[in-house]
């Protein structure tokens, strides 16, 4: 065979593979995603971007708008009441969740299983809910109202209260992580040096888990500044920005200062992000095969206090929850406390009825297939293709712009982009299809972190020893890929759908009278004075979550027994 001829077989067989049925399948997938990107993610922000610098007659003024909004001294003060409720709740619970965390992973105390539950609650509730049980708690006509000494729920104290309870169990989770991979030999070393426990905490145990007490901080700090619900029940005249946005938006059809304001409450959440993005950079695995377990001795009196801590914790957290269930049974708030299930007959108080709460069932469903299968086979072919390295590079970077930007923000996006006459894909403005995508998308990026860390731990053989065989990936995808990950595709889905069920801020643009979600009419109840019919459809919800929770830890356990067997010895 002549040099040429070998030449022209190379040639031959390098184009032959370029264009196999696992690369033409790999194309159209990441072709798909990349079209979703553009078309439900990068499409909408510029169109709220473009729509910042234009006045109400669509003409371009420039800067002129966020002239107007820095000149105004009423939306000035929202910035800064953003920004202040935004340290202080940060503060808080990062304190809370910390100390919480500590008595999980470091203390011998009783009850862990039950505070680790109790603990995760709150995240299954929309965060309307502990904004109307403060209301019941300390409002004007509420049963504890005297434990403010005078002062009124409705404002600053209400909302750092409401998004307290509701960020808490964010943060635990990200800390329990973080502390439970500590090296036992620092512990040890540090003994016998004879350093006390109060230093050994300065030096080791700080240092260890700085960085994810930084990441905790910095969620909290971006949930806070960008949640709707409780500033909205309980804040009052007190403002946030993203009141400001909703005000802006449907109080006075200001879509320009709307998209201003947007832009403005884009700023803290990229730079929150942007310093997250850092921290994990800066992160070094401090847990190797060398390294020994820790795991606490029991002390007394370390343990009595962390279980007086988490006690009091889980009291309030509760007491949040009961008072929630407890309004919602009452008859007529505070008039007659008679039980009842008057308030979940909703047909009575609103024209809606039922329908918002199984609107729900079918987002939350729909979020949850549909989603799932769309981040797993996108980060799958983002990890695991074999080609078309530039186009997953840059889909890897766009999957991480969800996580940055408020769900307010990419709700107005939508607006403008989808409710424009000149846009083909205007017929989805207000159908159950827009809710999806805008959910999906909102909780796009945690979803694809979770696929890319279970794909991440597949052993690296396994894409060698299909493509020595020449096994087609797909093959390889469904006998091997998605059985070993099931566990993680379980918990997208589990996430995706919790999550679809207590939103408010993405969707509360874009739903149509037929399909009004049932945090929605949540919103729009105590927005008529129905304290106990909200009570009732948040409790709903709650309860909805919970038993999708449920069904999940027990798949999951089925899951793992059949599946799961290879990850023991």
Request: charged fraction near 10%; include cysteine; hydrophobic fraction near 55%.
């Amino acid at each position: 065979m002549t040099r040429a001829q070998a030449s022209g077989k190379q040639r031959l067989y390098r184009l032959r593979n370029a264009f196999s049925r696992d690369n033409l399948i790999l194309g159209i997938v990441l072709s798909g995603v990349a079209i979703i990107m553009a078309l439900f993610v990068l499409a909408p922000l510029g169109a709220m971007l473009q729509k910042s610098v234009l006045d109400r007659d669509g003409n371009f003024v420039g800067m002129a708008n966020f002239a107007e909004y820095f000149a105004s001294p009423a939306l000035w003060l929202s910035l800064q009441n953003t920004m202040a409720i935004g340290l202080i709740v940060t503060m808080a619970v990062g304190l809370l969740a910390f100390g919480y965390a500590y008595a999980l992973t470091r203390s011998c105390m009783p009850f862990k299983g039950l505070f680790t539950v109790i603990g995760a609650a709150p995240i299954l509730a929309p965060s309307l809910l502990p904004a109307i049980s403060l209301i019941y708690l300390f409002g004007n006509q509420g049963i504890a109202k005297d434990w403010l000494m005078g002062y009124s729920v409705y404002g600053p104290i209400g909302i750092a209260l409401g998004l307290i309870f509701w960020t808490f169990p964010h943060a635990v989770m990200i800390l329990t992580t973080s502390l439970k991979t500590s090296d036992a030999r620092l512990y040890e070393a540090a003994r016998a040096l004879n350093t006390s426990p109060f230093k050994t905490f300065f030096i080791v145990t700080l240092p260890a888990a700085k960085y994810g007490l930084i990441s905790a901080l910095i969620v909290v700090f971006t949930l806070v500044v960008c949640d709707f619900g409780v500033p909205k029940v309980i804040g009052g005249q007190y403002n946030v920005l993203a009141t400001d946005i909703f005000k802006q938006v449907v109080g006075q059809q200001n879509f320009s200062m709307g998209a201003v304001t947007s832009v403005i409450l884009l700023l803290p959440a990229l730079l929150a992000f942007a310093a997250d993005r850092w921290v994990q950079k800066k992160q070094q695995g401090l847990f190797d095969s060398r390294s020994v377990a820790y795991t606490p001795a029991p002390h007394k009196v370390r343990d009595g206090l962390c279980l007086l801590f988490c006690a009091g914790i889980a009291v309030a957290i509760l007491a949040v929850i009961g008072m929630a269930v407890y309004g919602s049974l009452v008859t007529f708030w505070p008039w007659n406390l008679t039980l009842s299930l008057n308030n979940y007959n909703f047909a009575e108080f609103s024209t809606y009825g039922w329908a918002p709460y199984f609107n729900s069932i079918q987002l939350a469903s729909l979020v949850a297939l549909l989603g799932t299968v769309v981040i797993f086979i996108g980060a799958y072919c983002i990890e695991k293709g074999r080609s078309f390295s530039p186009l997953r590079n840059l889909l890897q970077m766009i999957a991480i712009v969800p996580m940055a930007v408020p769900g307010m923000v990419l709700g107005l996006g939508y607006i403008f982009f989808f409710n424009h006459h000149a846009n083909p894909m205007a017929v989805l403005y207000g159908t159950m299809t827009l809710l999806v995508v805008n959910t999906v998308i909102h909780y796009y990026t945690v979803g694809h972190m979770t696929a890319l860390t279970a794909l991440k731990q597949l052993p690296a053989e396994v894409e060698a020893i299909s493509a020595s065989i020449k096994m087609p990936q797909y093959k390889v995808f469904f006998k091997v890929t998605v059985p070993v990950c099931m566990p993680a595709i379980l918990e997208i889905a589990v996430y995706l759908f919790v999550n679809a069920m207590t939103t408010t801020s993405a969707i509360v643009f874009l739903y149509a009278t037929d399909t009004m979600p049932a945090s929605v009419s949540v919103l729009n109840m105590d927005d008529a004075g129905q304290t106990g019919p909200a009570a009732a459809m948040a409790v709903m919800i709650l309860l909805t979550a919970a038993g999708v929770k449920l069904a999940h830890v027990a798949t999951g356990r089925f899951i793992e027994r059949s599946t799961q067997a290879w990850r023991k010895r």
